[in-house]
Nanobody
Framework: QVQLVESGGDLVQPGGSLRLSCAASGSIGGLYSMNWYRRAPGKQRELVAGLTPGGKSTYADSVKGRFTISRDNGKNTVYLEMNNLKPEDTAVYYC?????????WGQGTQVTVSA
């Protein structure tokens, strides 16, 4: 069983930066793929960034070059560094851990980009 807790969401101006954190209660080590999703008002949930156990990262086209996903296995924490934020990045951001078809989700953290 893995429990995930996101933090770091905030209100930020366009062009600003935030770093989201996802702390896992259990050891995620090198076993789980870790992903960040988001759900904007009135829209479907979308995959923003993913990181395989082997360290390969993938990003949605809309965030490439602006967002960076990373993990610290020693701290059981995954991060999402977000730069040059845009109003369309406004959403609730969710952390996800995936392994062998089993998914764990956090409760989400709100990111609002507005002047």
């Amino acid at each position: 069983q893995v429990q995930l807790v996101e933090s770091g969401g905030d209100l930020v101006q366009p062009g600003g930066s935030l770093r989201l954190s996802c702390a896992a209660s259990g050891s995620i080590g090198g076993l789980y793929s870790m992903n960040w999703y988001r759900r904007a008002p009135g829209k479907q949930r979308e995959l923003v960034a993913g990181l395989t156990p082997g360290g390969k990262s993938t990003y949605a086209d809309s965030v490439k070059g602006r967002f960076t996903i990373s993990r610290d296995n020693g701290k059981n924490t995954v991060y999402l560094e977000m730069n040059n934020l845009k109003p369309e990045d406004t959403a609730v951001y969710y952390c996800n851990a995936a392994r062998l078809g089993i998914l764990y989700w956090g409760q989400g953290t709100q990111v609002t980009v507005s002047a």
